[in-house]
């Protein structure tokens, strides 16, 4: 009579074993798994339910982390006009660890920009803990304010707050004071503030050129346009892709189809 070696015979008694058990384990009744905070908020429409079941998780970190959650729900809620509720969300977050990080701050304040609540968005900017106040936050106002620009709002912004503070202005605030200024129509104010950011110490980068550029070449001021483009070439900055689109598409307006042919080959060397 053949036999299994002691190993084989060990392994089969263990499996039958295990089948055993596992058979011996009385079924459970399907459960449906609760769903999840951020599915919950992206589904529910009623803007009080959001409200509240914003506010019940406002120490939820899958919650408090994730960028899109925050966005989507104030945005909602201003659809909905409930500015109260935005209102309510946002101090609240302030008052909790988070509200101590800027970065977290800068958050706020765009929300409340994107909201259309200027007055809470620079009152958040003008509270917050001095020693956590940098450019960052500096700038998260300055676009807040950008959103729907003013000369005096702007130009008091820019000329009181830096010194106030002690805030060091950088190629991003001068960008978004010189795209502000020509959205406003004020071009020849907007080159001067790129010949300020230089005095700054600060290199006028491709973003600067670009917004110049395509703001003087939709005001018909091509002269200047084209002058921006040769002064970006000499100073080395390079442009990007909606730089020459710009460009091309200025060359196209003008009847110049063989020479915007001649910068869109030029374009995809480059790139």
Not at 2 to 12: A, E, I, M, N, Y
Not at 156 to 161: K, N
Request: glycine letters at 4%.
């Amino acid at each position: 009579m053949l036999s299994l070696p002691p190993t084989r015979r060990f392994f089969f008694r263990s499996c039958s074993s295990i089948a055993t058990t596992v058979a011996s384990i009385p079924a459970r009744p399907n459960q449906k798994e609760p769903a999840p905070a951020l599915v919950k908020l992206k589904s529910e429409r009623d803007p009080e339910k959001l409200f509240n079941l914003f506010k019940s998780n406002a120490s939820n970190t899958l919650v408090i982390e994730n960028r899109f959650a925050f966005q989507d729900t104030v945005s909602r809620l201003a659809g909905a006009r409930r500015f109260d509720y935005i209102e309510e969300i946002l101090e609240h977050q302030k008052t909790l660890p988070q509200g101590r990080r800027e970065g977290f701050v800068v958050r706020i304040i765009m929300l409340y920009g994107k909201a259309g609540m200027t007055k809470h968005a620079l009152d958040t900017f003008h509270n917050m803990d001095s020693s956590k106040r940098t450019v960052k936050s500096f700038n998260a106002a300055l676009k807040v304010l950008s959103l729907k620009p003013e000369l005096h709002t702007i130009q008091d912004f820019l000329g009181h707050v830096p010194f106030k503070y002690g805030v060091e202005m950088d190629a991003v605030s001068f960008n978004i004071a010189i795209k502000s200024l020509c959205e406003m129509g004020f071009l020849d104010k907007a080159s001067l503030a790129m010949k300020e950011m230089e005095k700054f110490g600060l290199k006028p980068d491709v973003v600067t050129y670009t917004t110049l550029i395509s703001a003087f070449y939709k005001q018909d001021r091509y002269v200047v346009g084209n002058g921006l483009w040769n002064h970006m070439v000499l100073k080395g900055c390079r442009p990007n892709l909606t730089t020459f689109n710009v460009r091309i598409q200025f060359l196209v307006n003008r009847g110049r189809a063989w020479d915007a042919n001649d910068l869109n080959d030029n374009k995809l060397l480059k790139t």
